[in-house]
Nanobody, 124 residues
Framework: QVQLVESGGGLVQAGDSLRLSCAAS????????MAWFRQAPGKEREFVAA????????YYADSVKGRFTVSRDNGENTVYLQMNSLKPEDTAVYHC?????????????????WGQGTQVTVSS
């Protein structure tokens, strides 16, 4: 399996932007569908965004559509999540996940590989 390490989280104010990164190692990166999930205290882990192997297809949760952008650099073995116009309700631990697949999935149970997460806190 691929190993994943997230970075880029932090404490920001509402309306600010952050860019999260997820660096992959251990396996060839390009065949993996990649996704971002988040989990707030006391809540279920929820889908945020996903990107296909080539980067040609992207999918977003309705709550982040138009504000977040997922992208990947297969040469750098990294997937990114650009988060703009952040809101307090975006506060959560953000995890990236990987699945060796062509299709893209929104369910956490579909992904066997996970990073440890990075904390994003948005103050009002």
């Amino acid at each position: 399996q691929v190993q994943l390490v997230e970075s880029g989280g932090g404490l920001v104010q509402a309306g600010d932007s952050l860019r999260l990164s997820c660096a992959a190692s251990g396996r060839m990166f390009s065949p993996y569908t990649m996704a971002w999930f988040r989990q707030a205290p006391g809540k279920e882990r929820e889908f945020v965004a996903a990107i296909s192997r080539s980067g040609g297809n992207t999918y977003y949760a309705d709550s982040v559509k138009g504000r977040f952008t997922v992208s990947r650099d297969n040469g750098e073995n990294t997937v990114y999540l650009q988060m703009n116009s952040l809101k307090p309700e975006d506060t959560a631990v953000y995890h990236c996940a990987a699945k060796y697949a062509v299709a893209v999935f929104a369910s956490p149970s579909s992904y066997p590989s996970w990073g440890q997460g990075t904390q994003v806190t948005v103050s009002s």
